[in-house]
């Protein structure tokens, strides 16, 4: 089957398992995951969402998530707004649930995952973690640009560092800057739209940052510079665009309002701005890269290690999503952020502690089967089937994996602290598919040596760790047994689906929610 032909038939095994078009409300996608939002949620068929091939896993938060992997759901969600428009002109509401049934089995390990995952969502759903899920919003758009503009800077840079094609150098050179000169624009924009206000006013407030005409400006005895104050400066206009475009709405006569409202809110946004905000979140800018390079100069092995430990359990909270400011930050003052390749190694640390799980359980196939199935997704920094479907729910492993991740992150730091920096021209990837976007200050090579060892440490550790310490006799007692499936229940791609594994008890609404995998990510 065509490539073309093989999304658009996920997409339409898709729909109709959500409840048909007229129960979707709205479609997005980030870097792994059909994001839907849904009127009725009763109506998805969860089982039968992860029994297609093409599904690693959903998820449940502000809306509902369907994992389809890097590159598979940038295709797939076009196709699906396609049939979901289609279906809208001629199909009446959905009346009645989900067809297939549900699964209840109670030795269904995934389960427990799913129930942890509804559980920490809850303790999520506070005033900080939804701004900072805002916040998230906001950035996540941008990370294909990120990542296509970030590679074609490492090829443009190995190509100069070679002395190749001097004649195209400079072309690449403007397609890899050209987005990063105008971040700023797009950061804004997404800002508006996020907060409630018109997008293309908060853009417009966020241009002026980037503006060449500000170095004319003196502001707090300074003359100011062009992109003064960056990404963070940027949020911060557009936000104060929303709060300014909705008081104008209140007050504004509507007869006046197409006239009056924009004019005010650029006007009023922007003198802010340019007197206030432009110094003080260069100031704010200034202060986050000088850290970092201060925490990784002085104390990058103690750090590192802290930083990949740490990591997968600040996923669990929500409290990674206020790291992706400060990412974009590094990146647009220095060209990487140095603690990306570190946050990895959390996923280093998980795929280790997955492959101790599979020679631990050596008689539980389904177990087994799912950690081939997800590993290789693993590998490329997709963690999240291996986290919730097999570490997560059993407990001591998720502990070990961050064992694994602190001992990876331990060894990058500590490079980083003997003077190797080793960073990332984009967020989003990490594993094996974040080394076409490493960068650092001592060459390609020493950059690439330096992640990659990290990654086999935190493999090693991670496995050595669960090996020996993640399982305790009533763990192994209960859960290295035969657990084989029977045909039926065995997905289309060779693994099983949640109703497979075993002891899993049914989720906190009476059904099998199966794999949820985490919210993330980056990093993982």
Same mark, same amino acid.
């Given at each position: 089957?065509?490539?073309?032909? *093989?999304? &658009?038939? $996920? /997409?339409? #095994?898709?729909?109709?398992?959500? +409840? @048909?078009? !007229?129960?979707?409300? %709205?479609?997005?996608?980030?870097?792994?995951?059909?994001?839907?939002?849904?009127?009725?949620?009763?109506?998805?068929?969860?089982?039968?969402?992860?029994?297609?091939?093409?599904?690693?896993?959903?998820?449940?938060?502000?809306?509902?998530?369907?994992?389809?992997?890097?590159?598979?759901?940038?295709?797939?969600?076009?196709?699906?707004?396609?049939?979901?428009? *289609?279906? &809208?002109? $001629? /199909?009446? #509401?959905?009346?009645?649930?989900? +067809? @297939?049934? !549900?699964?209840?089995? %109670?030795?269904?390990?995934?389960?427990?995952?799913?129930?942890?995952?509804?559980?920490?969502?809850?303790?999520?759903?506070?005033?900080?973690?939804?701004?900072?899920?805002?916040?998230?919003?906001?950035?996540?758009?941008?990370?294909?640009?990120?990542?296509?503009?970030?590679?074609?800077?490492?090829?443009?840079?190995?190509?100069?560092?070679?002395?190749?094609?001097?004649?195209?150098?400079? /072309?690449? #050179?403007?397609?890899?800057?050209?987005?990063?000169?105008?971040?700023?624009?797009?950061?804004?924009?997404?800002?508006?739209?996020?907060?409630?206000?018109?997008?293309?006013?908060?853009?417009?407030?966020?241009?002026?940052?980037?503006?060449?005409?500000?170095?004319?400006?003196?502001?707090?005895?300074?003359?100011?510079?062009?992109?003064?104050?960056?990404?963070?400066?940027?949020?911060?206009?557009?936000?104060?665009?929303?709060?300014?475009?909705?008081?104008?709405?209140?007050?504004?006569?509507?007869?006046?309002?197409?006239?009056?409202?924009?004019?005010?809110?650029?006007?009023?946004?922007?003198?802010?701005?340019?007197?206030?905000?432009?110094?003080?979140?260069?100031?704010?800018?200034?202060?986050?890269?000088?850290?970092?390079?201060?925490?990784?100069?002085?104390?990058?092995?103690?750090?590192?290690?802290?930083?990949?430990?740490?990591?997968?359990?600040?996923?669990?909270?929500?409290?990674?999503?206020?790291?992706?400011?400060?990412?974009?930050?590094?990146?647009?003052?220095?060209?990487?952020?140095?603690?990306?390749?570190?946050?990895?190694?959390?996923?280093?640390?998980?795929?280790?502690?997955?492959?101790?799980?599979?020679?631990?359980?050596?008689?539980?196939?389904?177990?087994?089967?799912?950690?081939?199935?997800?590993?290789?997704?693993?590998?490329?920094?997709?963690?999240?089937?291996?986290?919730?479907?097999?570490?997560?729910?059993?407990?001591?492993?998720?502990?070990?994996?961050?064992?694994?991740?602190?001992?990876?992150?331990?060894?990058?730091?500590?490079?980083?602290?003997?003077?190797?920096?080793?960073?990332?021209?984009?967020?989003?990837?990490?594993?094996?598919?974040?080394?076409?976007?490493?960068?650092?200050?001592?060459?390609?090579?020493?950059?690439?040596?330096?992640?990659?060892?990290?990654?086999?440490?935190?493999?090693?550790?991670?496995?050595?760790?669960?090996?020996?310490?993640?399982?305790?006799?009533?763990?192994?007692?209960?859960?290295?047994?035969?657990?084989?499936?029977?045909?039926?229940?065995?997905?289309?791609?060779?693994?099983?689906?949640?109703?497979?594994?075993?002891?899993?008890?049914?989720?906190?609404?009476?059904?099998?929610?199966?794999?949820?995998?985490?919210?993330?990510?980056?990093?993982?």
């Amino acid at each position: 089957m065509a490539t073309e032909d *093989k999304n &658009r038939a $996920t /997409a339409a #095994a898709i729909l109709p398992l959500v +409840g @048909g078009a !007229a129960n979707v409300a %709205s479609i997005a996608h980030c870097m792994t995951r059909l994001r839907l939002g849904l009127h009725d949620r009763s109506l998805v068929d969860d089982e039968a969402l992860k029994a297609l091939p093409a599904v690693m896993g959903v998820v449940e938060d502000d809306t509902y998530q369907i994992v389809l992997g890097p590159g598979t759901v940038a295709r797939v969600t076009p196709e699906f707004e396609q049939l979901v428009e *289609k279906e &809208r002109e $001629t /199909a009446p #509401a959905p009346a009645s649930g989900p +067809g @297939g049934p !549900a699964a209840t089995s %109670s030795d269904d390990l995934a389960a427990q995952g799913a129930a942890i995952k509804a559980q920490q969502k809850t303790k999520n759903a506070t005033p900080f973690k939804l701004f900072l899920r805002k916040i998230a919003n906001i950035f996540v758009p941008l990370i294909p640009a990120l990542i296509g503009c970030g590679i074609i800077a490492g090829l443009n840079g190995l190509l100069v560092n070679l002395e190749w094609l001097p004649a195209v150098t400079p /072309a690449l #050179a403007a397609m890899a800057s050209g987005f990063m000169a105008l971040i700023a624009v797009f950061v804004g924009y997404n800002t508006a739209k996020e907060f409630g206000g018109t997008p293309i006013l908060g853009g417009a407030v966020a241009a002026i940052i980037v503006f060449p005409g500000v170095a004319n400006i003196d502001a707090f005895g300074q003359t100011l510079s062009p992109g003064q104050g960056g990404v963070l400066g940027a949020l911060g206009a557009a936000v104060l665009a929303v709060y300014v475009e909705k008081w104008c709405r209140r007050w504004v006569p509507e007869a006046l309002d197409v006239l009056v409202t924009p004019t005010l809110t650029v006007l009023i946004s922007g003198l802010v701005t340019i007197f206030g905000l432009m110094y003080v979140a260069g100031e704010i800018s200034s202060a986050i890269g000088t850290f970092a390079d201060w925490l990784l100069s002085n104390g990058g092995a103690g750090a590192g290690f802290v930083l990949g430990g740490l990591f997968l359990p600040l996923v669990m909270l929500g409290l990674h999503q206020a790291l992706i400011p400060i990412h974009t930050t590094l990146i647009e003052q220095q060209g990487y952020t140095v603690l990306l390749p570190i946050l990895a190694m959390a996923g280093a640390g998980q795929v280790g502690a997955a492959m101790a799980v599979y020679f631990r359980l050596p008689r539980n196939e389904s177990i087994r089967r799912t950690i081939k199935s997800a590993l290789p997704a693993g590998l490329l920094g997709v963690g999240e089937p291996l986290i919730y479907g097999v570490s997560l729910p059993l407990g001591r492993p998720f502990i070990t994996a961050c064992v694994g991740g602190a001992f990876g992150g331990g060894f990058v730091g500590l490079f980083n602290q003997l003077g190797d920096t080793v960073g990332s021209t984009a967020i989003g990837p990490s594993g094996w598919a974040l080394f076409p976007l490493l960068d650092g200050n001592h060459g390609l090579g020493s950059t690439i040596a330096i992640y990659g060892g990290g990654l086999l440490v935190g493999y090693v550790a991670g496995f050595l760790a669960t090996y020996f310490f993640g399982f305790g006799k009533d763990l192994l007692a209960e859960f290295n047994v035969s657990q084989e499936p029977a045909p039926s229940t065995v997905a289309a791609t060779g693994g099983p689906t949640p109703s497979t594994a075993p002891n899993r008890p049914t989720g906190p609404d009476g059904t099998d929610p199966g794999t949820d995998p985490a919210k993330a990510p980056a990093g993982v």
